[in-house]
């Protein structure tokens, strides 16, 4: 595990998941380092996290049922588009844009991912400078979150990543969903970073992942041209032996490294476990006049999206070791990242990288605050929506935060979320906290993850953290008459248990809370106490139980 200082940056807060750009204010907005960010255009006004915006598609009643109950035939049909009203500065009506579904894990009958084209019918039809957009339809995200998240770290890392916004999306006048809408990377894409699409834009063929730029004999076994521009993959299998057996400077000169190196350690921070560097999916490649970048794509396993504490492990420097997709599906063979392997050997440091990210692009204050205005904003929509995710999407919530605050305060070695400021009292752990635990290990000022304690995503610097049953006696000293604090269960990321019950005893019980769950609020408690023993006892509301008790912000008052 990489232990690095994170620093806070003084600049103003930028934008929600926009890419900085000092064209806009200069005198306001700092570009981070290594900073790359396309400018502004109009298309922004498609993607604002700010606002939830509203796409209305009308079409044959029986085209909409195939591309609704069958999605995983990606028939194109015809419907016209609209965006948003006259107040929208975003609006428009086209007909005759071709729609269907997409995706793989994500495509689910009832509410696909939409695929809309604007010039497959109508050559030359555009949606404010777009030719296509993408509406996923998050079921793989809960949260519907990690999209914008982990896209807005990517841009101010200087990555190229894809624009996101949300949608509330009808079919026929009647409601189809609340989607994330998604910047397609496409033509336009690589014109707005890199000035031009005169290179090949290949994407994955579908399903055939574990192969990334490890040698291959055919590249369009394994890869598929995006935009106009055609190749028959040969420039494909000249790069992967370029990889794996050109000298050093063949190596540098065709793969742009710094690219490469930032969007793995980006990715590996994030925890992803699937991606370029970690199971070779999830990524386009574009051919920039010779010198090829990796653009990611697909958020969903980011974040703690998945395995939450394989997550928290992931290695910047052999992310494919925590991966549990690190075989290729079609060969049998294990996954490496052999770019990654000779970055490091010609003097990548991730450390410095790390170092970079978490105090800028994607520093606690910045994303923690995305986060919860993001939230806030679309979390009636969510609980609104036919999936159906309504209290899944508020545990994402606080999952989002817990991996963040556990994975940043672990590369930091110390808290980056603010602490409460204890009162003038008996701080916890002068009070000789010891006891019985029902599994585990008794954990004082911190959690098994890191420093601090997130209870239904607030967070608490210090307190007693055990699996339930537990019993924690506290010794009172002479002049302290109060103990107060708090009683909850920490988040977990697991929504296991059938929740706890808390209680403070001193020969009677002195308080008792009610039936506490998991991402439940914890309940405040102010006691009258005498110098001696007393305990902090937890009952588990079942034999066994996966809960475990947070008693948070515990202090001795005189």
Request: aromatic share 10%; hydrophobic share 45%.
């Amino acid at each position: 595990m990489l232990l690095l200082l994170a620093c806070t940056s003084a600049t103003t807060p930028l934008p929600p998941g926009e890419p900085p750009d000092p064209a806009r204010d200069p005198d306001t907005v700092e570009v981070l380092p290594g900073d790359t960010s396309a400018p502004a255009d109009p298309t922004d006004a498609v993607f604002d996290p700010t606002r939830i915006v509203t796409v209305a598609l009308e079409m044959s009643a029986a085209d909409w049922a195939d591309i609704r109950d069958n999605p995983w035939a990606e028939a194109w049909y015809s419907a016209t588009f609209r965006w948003g009203d006259d107040a929208d500065p975003a609006h428009a009506v086209l007909d005759d844009i071709a729609v269907r579904a997409f995706g793989q894990g994500s495509e689910i009958a009832g509410k696909p991912s939409l695929k809309l084209s604007f010039d497959r019918l109508v050559p030359g039809q555009e949606f404010v400078g777009l030719d296509e957009l993408k509406l996923d339809n998050s079921s793989q995200d809960v949260g519907y979150l990690n999209e914008y998240l982990a896209t807005g770290i990517m841009r101010r890392f200087g990555v190229p990543a894809a624009r996101t916004g949300w949608a509330r999306v009808t079919v026929n006048g009647a409601p189809a969903g609340f989607f994330v809408v998604l910047e397609s990377i496409d033509d336009r894409f690589v014109e707005r970073w890199f000035g031009h699409d005169d290179g090949v834009l290949y994407g994955m063929n579908s399903g055939y992942y574990g192969q990334g730029l490890n040698p291959m004999t055919d590249g369009l076994y394994w890869f598929e041209p995006q935009t106009s521009v055609d190749s028959d993959g040969t420039d494909l299998v000249a790069l992967s032996e370029i990889v794996a057996t050109g000298t050093d400077d063949q190596f540098a000169a065709a793969l742009d490294l710094t690219n490469f190196g930032r969007e793995s350690v980006a990715r590996s921070v994030m925890g992803s476990m699937d991606a370029f560097s970690a199971d070779g999916n999830n990524y386009y490649l574009y051919d920039d006049g010779g010198v090829w970048h990796i653009l990611p794509w697909d958020f969903d396993v980011d974040l703690g999206g998945y395995y939450f504490s394989t997550a928290l492990t992931v290695d910047p420097r052999a992310p494919w070791a925590s991966s549990p997709w690190a075989t290729n599906p079609i060969t049998g063979a294990p996954y490496t990242d052999p770019v990654l392997a000779r970055n490091l050997a010609l003097g990548l440091d991730p450390d410095a990288l790390v170092d970079e990210l978490v105090g800028g692009a994607m520093a606690w204050e910045v994303v923690d605050a995305e986060a919860a205005a993001a939230a806030a904003l679309i979390r009636d929509d969510v609980y609104a929506d036919v999936l159906g995710y309504g209290v899944s999407f508020d545990q994402r919530r606080h999952d989002v935060r817990l991996f963040l605050h556990a994975r940043l305060s672990a590369f930091a070695g110390a808290d980056v979320a603010p602490c409460v400021t204890p009162p003038a009292s008996v701080p916890l752990a002068d009070l000789n906290p010891t006891g019985t635990v029902g599994w585990g290990e008794l954990l004082v000022d911190r959690t098994y993850w890191a420093p601090g304690f997130n209870v239904a995503g607030e967070h608490a610097c210090t307190g007693v953290f055990a699996h339930a049953p537990s019993t924690v006696t506290l010794t009172i000293p002479d002049g302290v008459t109060r103990l107060v604090g708090k009683a909850g269960l920490q988040d977990w990321a697991q929504r296991c248990g059938d929740g706890a019950t808390f209680a403070v005893v001193q020969g009677e019980t002195l308080w008792q809370s009610g039936t506490i769950l998991t991402y439940q609020a914890a309940e405040a408690f102010d006691v009258a106490v005498s110098p001696g023993a007393l305990q902090l006892v937890t009952a588990p509301n079942a034999e066994y139980s996966c809960d475990t008790a947070a008693w948070v912000d515990v202090w001795g008052m005189r």
